[in-house]
């Protein structure tokens, strides 16, 4: 049997002893001599069972990584808007699948030039099977050009870098958010498991 006892009396029993000293020693007989000084302080430790205990642990990896997923899409962002500023203007949501491939694939001036307007047109419809917005294309091309003209022949920024920068932070994030689902249908098995629905 494994019981616990109130940390506070444990702490009040230890100064009784000990007032200025602090050891392992003093502890370990302290706690040895609650049961004696104050039986009723004591209660019995319940494990909880395996699956409570799983369920504990799936939820917390279930919440950092939620803030990790949140942590890399506010990065992608502040990269896209400091070297392409209108291209998050283009879109409701910078995550939709037409975002993800520009920022996965495209995030670079001269490849949206060498594709062209109809050819991204056509290849942002193939991307979705959701409605596209008018002119996305064409936004989404002169958001691009703009961004190559506003900083021209500086040397202070890489573009090919900086594609290839965001684009593993793209593959980074679709591979959390596919951790993510797999955690997920986990945690509602474990919740189904613990708590069966009342037929």
């Known amino acids: ?8 009396k444990v702490s009040d029993l ?6 200025h000293t602090k050891t392992d020693r003093i502890d ?3 706690l040895a001599k609650i049961p004696l000084v104050d039986e009723d302080s004591l209660y019995e430790v319940e494990l909880p069972q395996a699956n409570l205990q799983a369920l504990n642990r799936m939820v917390r990896q279930h919440e950092k990584l939620t ?3 949140a942590i890399r899409k506010r990065r992608i962002q502040d ?6 500023p209108l291209l998050l203007d283009c879109f409701d949501d910078p995550f939709t699948l037409r975002a993800r491939v520009i920022l ?3 995030f670079h001036p001269l490849k949206i030039k060498r594709l062209g307007i109809k050819r991204l047109d ?3 419809l193939k991307s979705s099977d959701k409605p596209m917005a008018p002119f996305l294309a064409q936004q989404i091309y002169d958001a691009m050009i703009d961004a190559n003209n506003l900083y021209g022949d500086q040397k202070f920024l890489d573009f090919d870098a900086l594609c290839e920068e ?3 932070e793209m593959e980074l994030l679709e591979h959390e958010e596919t951790v993510m689902r797999k955690l997920s249908d986990k945690i509602d098995a474990l919740y189904v498991d613990i708590h069966p629905p009342a037929i």
């Open 28 to 30: 370990a007989d302290t």
């Open 1 to 8: 049997m494994v019981y616990r006892v109130k940390s506070e």
């Open 14 to 19: 230890r100064k009784y002893y000990k007032k």
């Open 67 to 69: 803030i990790g997923i």
């Open 104 to 106: 996965g694939r495209y």
């Open 122 to 124: 056509k290849m942002l």
């Open 79 to 84: 990269l896209c808007s400091f070297a392409v």
């Open 166 to 168: 965001v684009s593993l």
